[in-house]
């Protein structure tokens, strides 16, 4: 069976969890601002709870609020794409071995890690759609690609530029532009 966005690849949305975000440090005006603002509206007192994400692009947040990625996704992911879920951690979202046993122990990537690996499953969903299966998407993401260098398509994931290139790949294979 396909998935329809990369959040079923993932695990669906009992996969991700809201973490308060690393924000920038406020002045003193505005936290008194906020002070103000809390006592005079009770319900201003704590923020907004985030829901877990229904769809692709329906991540609801509060502003300061991300979204982590649990670890059985990476799992299910690097399963899905035919790779050691360790390996995958190290080459592709760029996690030295022992961190990525101390995420599997928390059971969350932080959300760096977590951008990441929502990439990488939206690249492979992308593949799938592309190339009709899960399996020959697998097999083409791990796979050494003339157009792309010589490199595999999945080693170039770590990067937002490398990314690009993977799409712009599959666009060419979609519409049959094959150089």
Known sequence: MQAKTFIDLLGG??????????????????????????????????????RPPEAAGALTLAPHERWVVAYRSVESLS??????????????IDVAPRTALRRKEEGYLDPDESDRILRVARVAVRAEEVLGSERTAADWLRTENPALG??????????????????????????????
């Not at 035919?82 to 190290?90: N, T």
């Open 79 to 92: 399963k899905r794409l035919g790779v050691d879920p360790m390996a995958f951690l190290a080459e592709v």
């Open 150 to 179: 010589g490199y595999a398509p999945l080693s170039l994931l770590a990067s937002d530029a490398g990314t690009e290139l993977v799409t712009d790949e599959l666009g060419r294979i979609e519409y049959g532009d094959l150089v």
């Open 13 to 50: 949305p009992t996969a991700f969890r809201a973490v308060a975000a690393r924000g920038r440090q406020k002045d003193a005006k505005s936290k008194i601002v906020k002070a103000a603002a809390r006592r005079a509206s009770p319900r201003l007192a704590r923020p907004p709870r985030a």
